[in-house]
């Protein structure tokens, strides 16, 4: 208990300990952005190889991967990491991005994402304080990290994460958590359809998927959490920073215009500062546009 009030009275505190916390889980979520696109690939061609009824050859013999075993190692000479070559920013720093084995250089990739979980970890825990819904934000927040990852390797955002976090906002919403059940079930509706119309239209008008049923059930998970108020503002501020940054890919980048770029991205991101700005950002909307 005294622990608890250390917490309510010294804010900095619980701030500290939620940014630590966040950088191990963004340790975490770099396994998860690697691998689990993998698990599903290997399962996608075992079910595949199930219906046709072919042999696997050697599918067997691949090694037991989840998102625990084996355990950290390096991707060159893999070599099992040792915890204190595992501490998330600070070993990456220490040993000067490379492997302590092989010397293979390591992504920067690695303590980017860990880095970034914690401070986004430690605005959550900010702007909630010491709260249940910081528990609850937190969740979704590292959620749309390993889906943004995920979706810029792969243009996929898997159902294993966005379904049981829209089923979550609607379970939330019956205790009142960042919006109420009324708007929580139209919200889930609303955000799923409303993609799902202009995907068809796109498609009826050029005869190209303009996106994917991931990007549905993204705005469908916002819809379930934060309710059908805050759709409008979500889809415009992604809209809008997607259109600008893959201009300026195609015109800086020489970015390909054939090749497809990933909108959950600019979903994820419009969606968690909706979850912790909305409000005020949807009165700016409103005002700005004289309603």
């Known amino acids: 208990m005294e622990l608890l009030n250390i917490f309510e009275t010294h804010l900095w505190v619980f701030i500290a300990i939620i940014t630590t916390v966040g950088l191990m889980v963004g340790s975490f979520l770099n396994v998860v952005i690697y691998r689990l696109p993998i698990m599903m690939q290997r399962n996608w061609r075992n079910e ?40 998330p920013v600070f070993s990456y720093l220490f040993l000067r991005g490379k492997c302590a084995y092989c010397q293979a250089p390591i992504s920067i990739r690695y303590p980017l994402v860990e880095l970034f979980t914690g401070i986004v970890s430690a605005i959550v825990a900010w702007h909630f304080g010491y709260s249940v819904e910081t528990f609850f ?126 909108f959950g991205p600019y979903l994820a991101a419009a969606g968690w500062l909706a979850l912790l700005w909305g409000e005020q950002m949807n009165q700016l909307y409103l005002g700005a546009v004289g309603l």
């Open 137 to 262: 934000a937190l969740i979704l927040s590292w959620a749309l990290i390993a889906l943004s990852g995920i979706d810029l390797d792969h243009q996929l955002l898997p159902d294993t994460i966005t379904l049981p976090l829209i089923w979550l906002g609607l379970f939330l919403s019956l205790f009142g958590f960042f919006t109420d059940s009324h708007s929580s079930i139209i919200g889930a509706i609303a955000g799923y359809l409303s993609l799902w119309l202009v995907f068809q239209l796109f498609k009826i008008v050029t005869g190209k998927e303009g996106m994917g049923y991931g990007d549905f059930k993204l705005l469908a998970l916002f819809g379930a959490w934060l309710g059908w108020q805050y759709l409008p503002l979500i889809i415009l501020l992604s809209s809008l920073v997607g259109a600008i940054i893959g201009t300026s890919m195609v015109i800086f980048a020489k970015h390909d215009r054939q090749k497809p770029i990933p």
């Open 48 to 87: 595949c190889y199930e219906y046709l009824e072919i042999p696997k050859n050697g599918i067997d013999e691949e090694e037991s991967l989840n998102l625990s075993f084996p355990g950290s190692r390096c991707n060159h000479c893999h070599t099992t990491i040792k915890p204190q070559h595992n501490i």
